[in-house]
């Protein structure tokens, strides 16, 4: 079984920073890509941010140049700063890995979310 837990989200002033957690947990035999995925109230999930097991990334418009991804493949986890934050990144921000495990199976895991909210 595996688990992914986030941290660090919460309540920050415009232009402001936070910095997400998530940590993989299990019967982990490999970890291909890890990303952040975010949901404000009454829109859909959108894609915030991908990182590949080589360390290329990919963002989303609307956060490049504020927002860096990482990942630290040794201790199976995946961060991403946010700086210069604006309220409409406000949302519930999830991560998610694509992991095989011991049993030779491959599939998405997510994290719960954790919030960030942003005031003006």
């Known amino acids: 079984q595996v688990q992914l837990v986030e941290s660090g989200g919460g309540l920050v002033q415009a232009g402001g920073s936070l910095r997400l957690s998530c940590a993989a947990s299990?019967?982990?035999?490999?970890?291909?890509?890890m990303g952040w995925y975010r949901q404000a109230p009454g829109k859909q999930r959108e894609l915030v941010a991908t990182i590949s097991s080589g360390g290329s990334t990919k963002y989303a418009d609307s956060v490049k140049g504020r927002f860096t991804i990482s990942r630290d493949n040794a201790k199976n986890t995946v961060d991403l700063q946010m700086n210069t934050l604006k309220p409409e990144d406000t949302a519930l921000y999830y991560c998610?890995?694509?992991?095989?495990?011991?049993?030779?199976?491959?599939?998405?895991?997510w994290g719960q979310g954790t919030q960030v909210t942003v005031s003006s």
């Open positions: 299990g019967s982990i035999f490999s970890i291909n890509a």
């Open positions: 998610a890995m694509m992991i095989a495990t011991m049993d030779g199976n491959e599939r998405d895991y």
